[in-house]
């Protein structure tokens, strides 16, 4: 009886096992169209620290292109990385719920691109207070919490685009803006370099709107349309990133109004083939790369507790029909 019985307790443990197996063999985990990795997660390889690498979004160059810097870095330090964003740049809850993710896994550190500078304070305190090194890159954060941030001076290559802008139309008219947010640093930085610049250096330049697309090239076409329509004397029009710019553009070519002057900002192929086409009289470029390796690198200085500068700025140029291919802007624009 007794062998009998445990025969039995046997095989009801080697089913028990056997169903486990099968149902850990069946499942895979779950994963989302608008996230990516761009190296094995940290649990890969424990002996390698982990970086989640958070940015606004993936649907224009500029990100692809930041993401290839990122990589470049992770490989030149030997750190994982993962690198994601939401779908849309709208999508704020959504890169909230990214970061709080991130930060269930312990890492070593994070670099993280803001869609709203204070929506993500309270999660960065979090990050704070378990010694996690927060890294910001293009868009800065509404707090002391962040190491450094790697970026733009979005300011003052706003302020050269409303030099551009003045130059072209003859130093006075009306002009307006498209932009892709009012909540991040990149949005709001951008709009008041802009404005700011035209105000003081420009008197006799008038913005008339100003709108915000969520740096969507359908919305934001929609918008240019509308105010292109609503104000007959327009002269220009800027767009302040690359789905706010093409969106412009998109609306000129509709409305088949060849008289505005646009000007951009960022340089991926649809601005690039409107600058040579002469739709687009001509863009503010960064340099994405330089800012997704510097995320990271800062990232890994952090995490080591090696002194990094308050702020990394990664530099603007002007770019148009006349220096596009030279070899100093060749190198920051992106296909």
């Known amino acids: 009886m007794k062998n009998k019985m445990s025969k039995i307790v046997m095989a009801t443990v080697a089913l028990t096992l056997s169903a486990s197996l099968l149902a850990a063999c069946g499942s895979s985990p779950t994963s989302s169209t608008t996230t990516t990795s761009s190296a094995k997660p940290a649990s890969s390889n424990a002996s390698k620290p982990y970086i989640p690498v958070i940015s606004k979004g993936f649907q224009h160059q500029f990100w692809q292109a930041v993401k290839q810097g990122a990589e470049k870095a992770a490989k030149e330090f030997d750190v994982n990385i993962t690198f994601e964003g939401p779908e849309t740049e709208a999508q704020v809850d959504k890169q909230i719920e990214m970061l709080q993710a991130a930060l269930d896994k312990k890492p070593t550190a994070i670099a993280f691109a803001a869609l709203d500078s204070k929506a993500s304070v309270s999660l960065l305190q979090k990050a704070k207070s378990a010694n996690i090194p927060v890294i910001g890159f293009d868009s800065g954060v509404d707090s002391d ?10 300011k003052k290559a706003a302020a050269l685009a409303a030099d551009k802008m003045a130059e072209k139309i003859g130093d006075a008219g009306e002009v307006a803006l498209v932009v892709h947010d009012q909540t991040s640093r990149t949005g709001v930085d951008r709009r008041d370099g802009f404005v700011d610049q035209m105000k003081a250096k420009h008197p006799n330049i008038k913005i008339v709107d100003i709108q915000y697309g969520g740096g969507d090239q359908l919305k934001s076409t929609d918008l240019a349309k509308a105010i292109i329509q609503g104000h007959p ?17 998109n609306a000129v070519t509709e409305l088949k109004n060849d008289k505005l002057v646009i000007i951009g900002y960022d340089s991926g192929k649809a601005q690039i083939d409107a600058i040579k086409s ?3 009289a001509g863009a503010i470029t960064q340099d994405p790369i330089g800012i997704g390796y510097w995320s990271v690198k800062a990232a890994v200085m952090a995490s080591k507790g090696e002194k990094v500068e308050k702020s990394i700025d990664t530099g603007f140029h002007w770019y148009d029909k006349t220096n596009m291919d030279s070899a100093e802007i060749k190198a920051l624009l992106y296909n």
């Not at 919490?145 to 979005?154: K, M, S, Y």
């Open 278 to 280: 002469g739709k687009m």
């Open 145 to 154: 919490i962040p190491v450094t941030t790697a970026a733009t001076d979005n």
């Open 233 to 249: 004397n327009l002269k220009g029009i800027f767009g302040a990133n690359e789905g706010s710019a093409i969106g412009v553009v």
